[in-house]
């Protein structure tokens, strides 16, 4: 067991090391100017010329690298500014650390995300496993369809018809309103909920026929015909034999795509106005401020990579049959 985490570690650390060399070279080595995009297009010479050296991009590129890599473990310091570790870069647009920008925006995400996963994971479950035991009755088929005629839909389109019906103009939950959990759950709850209902429901739909064929495909494996010949209740069935064996594949799919969230949350937050990890993105994106958008590339991935830990390790204690070795 320790072999293998201490094998995964190394695995993950090889990842995010190619991630932050891909991330710079993209962003600070390739065919685009840092400086220029920074300093904007009535840009003086000598303000350009202060933006490179402020960037460090007057020095070798090793050495361009080996401060950035540094940065991220032990900080940077110049005459004119400080950035503690992880340091991520400087955001010369608004003059401040891109760590602190990052962790401002990061509890949004991820209070985002979390409540999403839980709304999402329930009704997959929920529905997925009454699809599996009523399967090929009306209750199979309402699902399934509903499911599909949702997951057919362009997310944004029904984001876009979701957020201005249900939210503006019948007001029949709240607009989004971040606060944080520190000022009250409940505030914070009712902030968001609006958002994990629409985003959960929508996420659902492609977990739902997910965890319905799983359980059909379960159902008939010889243990569980065994526990049936036995006389056990079809609910016993369902819950204690056949959903162990089937949640193992669903957990590792949704332990996978909750790190690619975290990355890729740009259409939900921009619809609602959410000012978490993806509208900072777009914000950055739009002013040229390189370093933010390398420093939510490099957290969105570290967010993957640990995740696809986690899911590791869990599948081993969902699936009793899977050896961690």
């Given at each position: 067991m320790l072999v293998y985490i201490f094998r995964r570690l190394l695995l993950g650390i090889s990842v995010m090391f190619g991630v932050i060399v891909v991330t710079f070279s993209i962003f600070f080595l390739g065919p685009n100017d840092p400086a220029g995009a920074i300093c904007g297009e009535q840009c003086t010479a000598?303000?350009?010329?202060?933006?490179?050296?402020?960037?460090g991009l007057d020095k070798p590129k090793t050495e361009q690298f080996t401060t950035y890599t540094k940065g991220l473990f032990v900080g940077t310091e110049t005459e004119v500014r400080k950035c503690d570790a992880p340091c991520l870069g400087w955001s010369y647009i608004q003059n401040r650390?891109?760590?602190d920008m990052v962790l401002e925006a990061l509890p949004v995400t991820t209070s985002l995300i979390a409540g999403g996963v839980i709304v999402y994971v329930s009704i997959a479950l929920l529905f997925g496993v009454l699809a599996a035991r009523h399967r090929a009755t009306w209750i199979d088929?309402?699902?399934?369809?509903?499911?599909?005629?949702?997951?057919?839909?362009?997310?944004?389109?029904?984001?876009?018809?979701?957020?201005?019906?249900?939210?503006?103009?019948?007001?029949?939950?709240?607009?989004?309103?971040?606060?944080?959990?520190?000022?009250?759950?409940?505030?914070?709850?009712?902030?968001?909920?609006?958002?994990?209902?629409?985003w959960g429901g929508v996420a659902s739909c492609s977990y739902i026929r997910y965890v319905r064929a799983s359980m059909i495909d379960t159902q008939n494996q010889d243990y569980v015909?065994?526990?049936?010949?036995?006389g056990l209740s079809e609910r016993t069935i369902s819950v204690k034999h056949a959903l162990r064996a089937a949640i193992a594949p669903f957990?590792?799919?949704?332990?996978?795509?909750?790190?690619?969230?975290?990355?890729?949350?740009?259409?939900?937050?921009?619809?609602?106005?959410?000012?978490?990890?993806?509208?900072l993105a777009i914000d950055s994106f739009n002013t040229g401020d390189l370093p933010v958008i390398a420093g939510v590339v490099l957290v969105g991935a570290f967010f993957v990579v640990t995740l696809n830990l986690i899911v590791d390790l869990l599948y081993g204690v969902v699936d009793p049959r899977v050896k961690l070795s």
């Open positions: 000598e303000r350009y010329e202060s933006v490179v050296k402020s960037l650390p891109v760590t088929r309402t699902i399934v369809t509903v499911s599909q005629l949702i997951g057919s839909v362009p997310y944004f389109v029904i984001a876009l018809l979701f957020y201005l019906y249900v939210m503006v103009i019948w007001g029949v939950l709240p607009r989004p309103e971040y606060s944080p959990i520190s000022d009250g759950p409940i505030q914070w709850a009712i902030g968001m909920s609006g958002v994990w209902l629409f015909r065994t526990a049936r010949s036995k957990v590792t799919l949704v332990g996978l795509n909750v790190g690619l969230e975290f990355a890729g949350s740009i259409f939900t937050e921009t619809i609602f106005n959410i000012n978490g990890m993806g509208n």
